[in-house]
Nanobody, 115 residues
Framework: QVQLVESGGGLVQSGGSLRLSCAAS????????MGWYRQAPGKQRELVAS???????SYADSVKGRFTISRADVKNSVFLQMNSLKSEDTAVYYC?????????WGKGALVTVSS
């Protein structure tokens, strides 16, 4: 069993910052990538940022220059530093891990940005 636990969500004013953390535990084979997705009310889940095991990073156009993804291999953790938050960033943020050909998901962390 692989478990992903997110933390760091909350309420922040527009222009503020938050840092999301995700720690993976369990029987984890070689990790290919870890990342963050988000789902706003009434919208589909979308990729926010991801980082591969070779440290290749990718971002959604809407967050480039504002969000930074990083990982800590020793602890199978991934982080998302979110700066200059906007109301349209309000969503449930899900941690994702791709390992051994499988996708694993956390339960989600709510981020609410007030204008």
């Amino acid at each position: 069993q692989v478990q992903l636990v997110e933390s760091g969500g909350g309420l922040v004013q527009s222009g503020g910052s938050l840092r999301l953390s995700c720690a993976a535990s369990g029987s984890i084979f070689t990790i290919y990538a870890m990342g963050w997705y988000r789902q706003a009310p009434g919208k589909q889940r979308e990729l926010v940022a991801s980082v591969t095991n070779s440290d290749w990073k990718s971002y959604a156009d809407s967050v480039k220059g504002r969000f930074t993804i990083s990982r800590a291999d020793v602890k199978n953790s991934v982080f998302l530093q979110m700066n200059s938050l906007k109301s349209e960033d309000t969503a449930v943020y899900y941690c994702n891990l791709n390992a051994g050909g499988m996708d694993y998901w956390g339960k989600g962390a709510l981020v609410t940005v007030s204008s």
